[in-house]
């Protein structure tokens, strides 16, 4: 066994060696550990066999060099023999080098200015390339530049987008372009702020020449209303043809040929230039604002910002002068700007997509129309003058096609014109009640004197006067109404012609337009007429005579009604047949006025009786009369009798006038009688009359007695038999039965049908005999009674008893 580990320690001895050869002597660390390793004393074997292997190596080295020596010897000979020629050489190499080196100095500085060259033309190169990325840049910010200094905002916004996203991207890395970059967001704040700039200039713009703007458009759209009334004149067949333009917007007339002055008026305005809204005012600054701000995503605040600004301008616009009313320029004004605010409105919408759309324009318009409408109806209220009532509804008519032209609906201002119409009726009837009162003041109250044929045509021409009777009488001859009759007809088909002209251009059709004319005219005749002729009857200074003249007048006024209603036939081409169509009341009017005239006739007479009256003079306490009537009473039949006489001889050309004429003077003879009557028998019981004699009571009995003659010798002709005494029949009875004092009678017979004394009243008999009784007792009127027989005294007491008892047992029964 130690045989075998004595050869495994030789063997594993061999392989270190092997290894350590081999191996790297950075490595053989780990190897020779391994020696150390093992068993004892295994280094010092280890030592021995690495020692033999030195000696082994040794000796194949000397072998090696005792082999080549000779070799060595003879190359170190070779050498030195070759060291001479490497010398010679060396100096030869030297010097070729030198002459090579003199000889190449020019070649290595060309060559140093080639390389140099190079790369200068490989810098050029490089900074070409650059350049031509940076000069479209550089060209672009240029382009920008003349751009905004142009004032080209929307081109310059779209200059921006391409530096910003192709062509600063290219060169982003130089600093230029980082500046470039830097400047266009504040480039574009500065358009945002320019372009506003503009924009509220064009706002202040567009407001100083809204006026101009709808002068224009208002004027076009009263060329084609005149246009229109032309061909509507001439025959129906035709073509169309563009009349007018407002803001591009064409508008013909179709199967319609213009007339020969609607054509020379035609060719007149197209002699002018036809101006629109472009022409006056310059659209590019919101146009342009618009692009910008939508190119910068910002539209929405544009588009509040125009909107919050117009209407701002809109109530301005709608805002009147507080004179407006005073003048029909104030109101053309008025118009003529809210017409060119929104000629400007549709423009724009038509213009722009999108900056103010239909539903915005339509809510504008019904907030206008509404604030217009309240505008119109109070400053209208304040107009007292027709013509300018009249101007002011063309203008609203016009205004109102004007706008309805652009598709504005203006239904509400046709009906705030049928408002406006009944104002405009208002005023025409103040200013016709001024009319009708300088004719009744200028009018003499006397038949129209004529004195020849031509005299007489022209009355009838003016007013519709046909008499048979009066025109077979020779000249000169008069006509039974006064001057006024005709000049009142002429004013009345005036006032038509007038209230015509407030119907015209109403868009209404004929039989509305009859109607209107009907009742304007009955509002003519019941009220403004009416009054006026209620008031000339109720002057002073209008006497019996003109009271009436007054009533032949209206006579023939009211007769003239039916020629009325054939001129408003005539004008409207309306039947008066149909069942819609407004009748006139003229004739209840001058009806009216004809009894007022003949009440006013009766109530002057009654004044004037109780003017006599008032001069009544009597003694209540005379013990026996005059033996003649009073004076005053005869000096009011006197008055009466005069008075009746006028009426009886007024000159009555026809029966009608004839009849009516005796109709009015045996009323008013009537009244006249009846009023003097009940005026005497208030005097005879006047309350504070206390005492009455009979020598009074006879005095008072002959005043009667003449009234009675008066009413007997028929002062008007036509009384049937005693009819007229009859309005004394009172007083007679009552002072027969003091004068006879049949007091037997009276007291037997009251309360039957057949008594003498039937018309007196035990109420006034027993007034009148206490103021009597009273008399006796002071003044011994009743002496002669005592001093006969006592008791005929007694009975007057007994007459005063009974007749009290017949006064209350009239109470009680009542």
Not at 359 to 383: F, G, P
Not at 510 to 525: A, Q, Y
Not at 742 to 769: E, F, H, I
Request: proline share 3%; hydrophobic share 35%; net charge negative.
């Amino acid at each position: 066994m130690a045989e075998t580990a004595t050869l495994e320690s030789i063997t594993e001895h061999e392989r270190i060696l092997q290894e350590i050869e081999s191996t790297d002597t950075a490595c053989v660390g780990p190897t020779l550990r391994s020696v150390y390793d093992d068993q004892p004393n295994a280094h010092k074997r280890f030592m021995e066999k690495l020692d033999a292997r030195i000696r082994n190596h040794d000796r194949e080295i000397e072998k090696m060099c005792n082999f080549h020596h000779q070799g060595f010897v003879d190359a170190i000979t070779e050498l030195l023999k070759v060291r001479a020629d490497a010398e010679k050489l060396m100096g030869q190499v030297t010097d070729t080098n030198r002459r090579l080196q003199d000889a190449g100095k020019e070649v290595t500085v060309q060559t140093e200015e080639v390389i140099r060259c190079r790369v200068q033309q490989r810098n050029i190169a490089t900074t070409v390339e650059k350049l031509q990325l940076c000069i479209p840049v550089l060209e672009m910010y240029s382009k920008l530049k003349e751009q905004l200094d142009s004032k080209r905002y929307y081109a310059a916004l779209k200059t921006m987008e391409h530096l910003e996203n192709i062509y600063i991207p290219r060169v982003s890395q130089y600093r230029f372009c980082q500046i470039m970059a830097e400047t266009l967001p504040k480039l574009r704040e500065e358009i945002k702020e320019i372009s506003m700039s503009d924009l509220k200039d064009f706002l202040e713009s567009i407001r100083k020449h809204s006026d101009k703007i709808g002068e224009t458009a208002m004027k076009q759209a009263q060329q084609h209303r005149t246009f229109n009334s032309a061909v509507q004149k001439q025959a129906s067949a035709g073509y169309g043809k563009p009349l007018y333009m407002l803001n591009g917007k064409g508008s013909s007339q179709k199967n319609g040929i213009p007339s020969e002055e609607g054509a020379e008026e035609e060719e007149e305005d197209t002699d002018e230039e036809v101006l629109t809204a472009q022409d006056l005012v310059d659209f590019s600054p919101v146009y342009r604002c618009l692009h910008i701000y939508t190119v910068l995503g910002d539209r929405e605040t544009f588009e509040n910002y125009y909107r919050k600004q117009r209407r701002k301008q809109a109530r301005l616009v709608l805002q009147p002068q507080s004179n407006m009313h005073e003048t029909v320029e104030g109101y053309r004004k008025y118009f003529n700007q809210i017409v060119g605010f929104f000629v400007v409105e549709d423009h724009i919408l038509h213009a722009t997509q999108g900056l103010v759309t239909r539903a915005y324009t339509d809510e504008l318009w019904n907030m206008a129309l509404s604030k217009i409408i309240a505008v119109l109806r109070t400053h209208s209220s304040y107009c007292n003058d027709p013509d300018l009532v009249l101007e002011l509804k063309n203008l609203i008519v016009i205004f109102a096609d004007t706008l309805q032209g652009y598709g504005f609906p203006v239904s509400r201002l046709f009906d705030l014109l049928f408002e406006i119409r009944d104002q405009y009726n208002e005023t025409l009837l103040k200013k016709w009640a001024a009319v009708f009162r300088e004719i009744f003041e200028q009018d003499n109250y006397s038949p129209i004197p004529v004195e020849n044929e031509e005299e007489y045509r022209t009355v009838t021409s003016k007013f519709p006067f046909h008499d048979a009777e009066i025109e077979k009488q020779q000249f000169p001859k008069k006509l039974p109404m006064s001057q006024s009759v005709p000049q009142i007809y002429i004013q009345v088909k005036e006032f038509i012609y007038a209230s015509l002209k407030f119907s015209e251009s109403l868009h209404r059709s004929s039989t509305e337009i009859d109607d209107m004319l009907r009742k304007s005219t009955n509002l003519l005749l019941t009220r403004t007429l009416s009054s006026c002729l209620q008031n000339l009857i109720k002057k002073p200074h209008i006497g019996l005579t003109e009271l009436v003249q007054i009533i032949i007048n209206t006579t023939h006024l009211e007769q003239a009604c039916k020629y009325l209603e054939d001129f408003i036939t005539n004008i409207t081409n309306v039947s008066p047949e149909t069942i819609h169509t407004t009748r006139l009341y003229g004739l209840s009017t001058f009806k009216d006025a004809r009894h007022a005239a003949e009440g006013e006739i009766y109530t002057k007479l009654n004044q004037k009786i109780d003017e006599f009256i008032q001069l009544a003079d009597y003694e209540w306490t005379m013990s026996e009369s005059d033996g003649r009537a009073s004076g005053y009473l005869m000096d009011l039949i006197n008055f009466l009798r005069s008075t009746f006489q006028v009426f009886t001889h007024l000159p009555n050309n026809n029966n009608d006038h004839a009849a009516m004429s005796g109709k009015v003077a045996q009323t008013a003879c009537m009244s006249a009688c009846k009023h003097l009557s009940t005026s005497l028998m208030q005097m005879l019981l006047d309350s504070e009359l206390k005492q009455i004699s009979m020598g009074a009571i006879q005095q008072f009995n002959l005043d009667v007695m003449q009234c009675e003659l008066f009413a007997s010798s028929e002062p008007v002709p036509g009384f049937q038999g005693d009819t007229l005494q009859l309005a004394f029949i009172d007083l007679r009875q009552l002072l027969d039965l003091f004068m006879v004092w049949d007091w037997s009678t009276y007291l037997a017979d009251y309360g039957q049908p057949t008594s003498k004394y039937l018309r007196v009243n035990p109420s006034t008999a027993l007034a009148l005999l206490e103021k009597m009784k009273d008399t006796s007792k002071k003044n011994n009127i009743f002496s002669q009674f005592r001093k006969n027989d006592r008791d005929k005294q007694k009975l007057i007491e007994t007459v005063v008893k009974q007749l009290r008892s017949l006064v209350n047992g009239m109470s009680q029964h009542s």
